[in-house]
Each structure stands twice: as C-alpha cells, then as structure tokens.
C-alpha cells in the first residue's frame, strides 16, 4: 500500500513538473516570439522612415540641381551684365568711358548673353515648376516667363508698352532664399545619417 502511494506520489511530481517544463517552454517561445515580432517592427519602421528621409533628400537635391541651382547662375550673370554696363550702371554716364561705346556694348550684351538667359530660365520654370519648393510662390516666376519674352520682342524693337512687362525684382532674392533653405536641408539629413551611423557603430563596438 505504502509502495504504491509512493509510486502515485512520484507520477504526480513527475507529472506537475513536466506541466511546469511545458508552461516555462510555452511562455519562452511567447516572448521569444513577442521580442522577435517587436525586433521586426522596430526594423520596419527604421527602415520606413531611412526611405522617407532618403526620398526627401533627393527630391530637395533634384529642386538644387534642376531647378533653384540653374536659374541662380542664370539670373546671377544678367545681374552682373546690367550692374555693370547696364543703362543705370556707374559706367554709363560717369565720365569714364565713352557713352556711345558703352552703349554699343550694352546692346550686344543684351541680345547676346542677357536674352538667352532670360529665354533659358523661362524655359526652366515651364519645365520644371513642379520643383517649386512650397514655402515659394509661383506667381513671381510665371511673371519673370512674361517678362522674358516682351524683353526678346522689346530687344527686336523698341516699344513703349514694354514698361508694362517690368522684371520682377523679387526674383532673384527668393530664388536666393529658397537656394539656401534647400542647401541647409540637404546638409542636416546628411548629418543625421552621419549621426545615426556613429550611434549604430558605438552600439556594436561596445
């Protein structure tokens, strides 16, 4: 009797520990299946969120590029034309050259250089508006395309209702503003994945 009570004692033992071994083992592969699940969520959205940063940068290097980087140098050199030989320019009328040869230059310069710039961002805006960064406006660059092609037929003739098609002063200085923005932009998101790689590499090497 005794033997046999001893017998059923241990079966129980056994029994309540392997039922304690299946739980532990359940419960392992639970937070070994949790911890796997939230690993892979975690990595979804570093990833999701590296393509968000990513696509941004090259949308911002292709507004650089394509766009605000082209008109700039385009704008810059017409500046640089009209302030330095242009009709309200120091070399006209300050006496130290000759007026007419001034003038002469001025004109060539105009039709050659200053013309086809101004035909050449026009064409730029027209293809590539879609570019325009939203903190800009639209309006100043399709009044610049308006401007562009009544200086063209202004430059074939003189016209008096030209004055009614004035360059748009605001131009440059937005085109120079929004340069810089976009500039700034590119070299953070560089920086931060610099300092997400210096964090990754810290993690591993410790």
Same mark, same amino acid.
């Given at each position: 009797? &005794?033997?046999? &009570?001893?017998?059923?004692? %241990?079966?129980?033992?056994t029994l309540i520990a392997a039922c304690i071994? !299946?739980?532990?083992?359940?419960?392992?592969?639970?937070?070994?299946?949790?911890?796997?699940?939230?690993?892979? /969520?975690? /990595? %979804?959205?570093?990833?999701?969120?590296? $393509?968000?940063?990513?696509?941004?940068?090259?949308?911002?290097?292709?507004?650089? =590029?394509?766009?605000?980087?082209?008109?700039? =140098? &385009?704008?810059?050199? %017409?500046?640089?034309?009209?302030?330095?030989?242009? #009709?309200? $320019?120091?070399?006209?009328?300050?006496?130290?050259?000759?007026?007419?040869?001034? !003038?002469?230059?001025?004109?060539?310069?105009?039709?050659?250089?200053?013309? #086809? %710039?101004?035909?050449?961002?026009?064409?730029?805006?027209?293809?590539?508006? +879609?570019?325009?960064?939203? $903190?800009? *406006?639209? $309006?100043?660059?399709?009044?610049?395309? =308006? +401007?562009?092609? !009544?200086?063209?037929?202004?430059?074939?003739?003189?016209?008096?209702?030209?004055? &009614?098609? #004035?360059?748009?002063?605001?131009?440059?200085?937005?085109?120079? !503003?929004?340069?810089?923005?976009?500039? *700034?932009?590119?070299? /953070?998101?560089?920086?931060?994945?610099?300092?997400?790689?210096?964090?990754?590499?810290? *993690?591993?090497?410790?």
């Amino acid at each position: 009797m &005794l033997e046999s &009570l001893k017998s059923l004692d %241990n079966g129980l033992v056994t029994l309540i520990a392997a039922c304690i071994a !299946a739980i532990a083992s359940i419960i392992g592969l639970f937070i070994s299946y949790s911890l796997s699940r939230n690993q892979e /969520k975690l /990595k %979804n959205r570093l990833e999701l969120k590296r $393509s968000i940063y990513k696509e941004s940068r090259d949308f911002k290097l292709k507004q650089l =590029t394509e766009f605000y980087d082209p008109i700039y =140098t &385009l704008l810059s050199a %017409n500046k640089d034309v009209f302030e330095r030989i242009g #009709p309200i $320019s120091d070399a006209r009328g300050g006496g130290q050259f000759n007026d007419e040869e001034t !003038a002469e230059v001025w004109q060539k310069l105009s039709i050659e250089v200053v013309v #086809p %710039n101004n035909l050449r961002v026009a064409e730029i805006i027209q293809q590539k508006l +879609h570019l325009l960064a939203d $903190s800009d *406006s639209d $309006s100043v660059y399709l009044e610049f395309v =308006t +401007h562009a092609q !009544a200086y063209k037929v202004f430059k074939e003739k003189a016209y008096e209702a030209y004055k &009614l098609f #004035p360059y748009p002063t605001a131009l440059f200085d937005a085109v120079v !503003a929004e340069r810089q923005t976009i500039k *700034s932009d590119i070299f /953070k998101s560089y920086e931060l994945k610099i300092g997400w790689f210096k964090k990754w590499l810290s *993690s591993i090497l410790c």
